[in-house]
T-cell receptor
Framework: GAVVSQHPSWVICKSGTSVKIECRSL??????MFWYRQFPKQSLMLMAT?????????EQGVEKDKFLINHASLTLSTLTVTSAHPEDSSFYIC????????????FGPGTRLLVL | AQSVTQPDIHITVSEGASLELRCNYS??????LFWYVQSPGQGLQLLLK??????LVQGIKGFEAEFKRSQSSFNLRKPSVHWSDAAEYFC???????????FGGGTRLMVKP
């Protein structure tokens, strides 16, 4: 149980275009999902917390108009990188948090974005 | 300030040898503790977690971790390492009820044949 998927796993796009990444909890409902960014050989950097039915909470330094987050259902959150530029190239990972007393984050397989 | 430290950036062990990866945290109370593993180009897989109770926690793939309150540590161990264990290991800590995770810097494990 507790499986999280991400789609696509790889995306290459031209500079100036927008890219949407989906994060789905497959076998549980998640009122809260998280979006992380990971640079090569580094740890994860939390970008934002996605709450079902409400606005996302962004970490300091993360542009909310650049990284649009929508958590429209209890099993789906999307991250849209708007007007992507080469510096947005990175590995993006989402996680979904279980509910209840022992809340645990389960991670998706990640999406590698390359902006040309 | 709350923080998580993994003192070892790289560790190399021989296949079949025992393994211990260190994790220390700084926090005034007992946090929730997690170990995740990441293979190259992949997401993170949960190995084990500690919330309360028995301080020795068993996880998947033969891993275990021990919470030591006096040392603010949650070290990951495996008695006999397999070549497939080569990966990046992250210790993560949730310092509050909202369960935002703070990650350590990671430890890259290499396994010699």
């Amino acid at each position: 149980g507790a499986v999280v998927s991400q789609h696509p796993s790889w995306v290459i796009c031209k500079s100036g275009t927008s890219v949407k990444i989906e994060c789905r909890s497959l076998d549980f409902q998640a009122t809260t999902m998280f979006w992380y960014r990971q640079f090569p050989k580094q740890s994860l950097m939390l970008m934002a917390t996605s709450n079902e039915g409400s606005k996302a909470t962004y970490e300091q330094g993360v542009e909310k108009d650049k990284f649009l987050i929508n958590h429209a259902s209890l099993t789906l959150s999307t991250l849209t990188v708007t007007s992507a530029h080469p510096e947005d190239s990175s590995f993006y990972i989402c996680s979904a948090k279980t509910s209840g007393r022992r809340q645990t984050q389960y991670f998706g397989p990640g999406t590698r974005l390359l902006v040309l | 300030a709350q923080s998580v430290t993994q003192p070892d950036i790289h560790i190399t062990v021989s296949e079949g040898a025992s393994l211990e990866l260190r994790c220390n945290y700084s926090y005034g109370a007992t946090p929730y503790l997690f170990w995740y593993v990441q293979s190259p180009g992949q997401g993170l897989q949960l190995l084990l977690k500690y919330f309360s109770g028995d301080t020795l926690v068993q996880g998947i793939k033969g891993f275990e971790a021990e919470f030591k309150r006096s040392q603010s540590s949650f070290n990951l161990r495996k008695p006999s390492v397999h070549w497939s264990d080569a990966a990046e290991y992250f210790c993560a800590v949730a310092f509050n009820a909202g369960n935002m995770l703070t990650f350590g810097g990671g430890t890259r494990l290499m396994v010699k044949p």
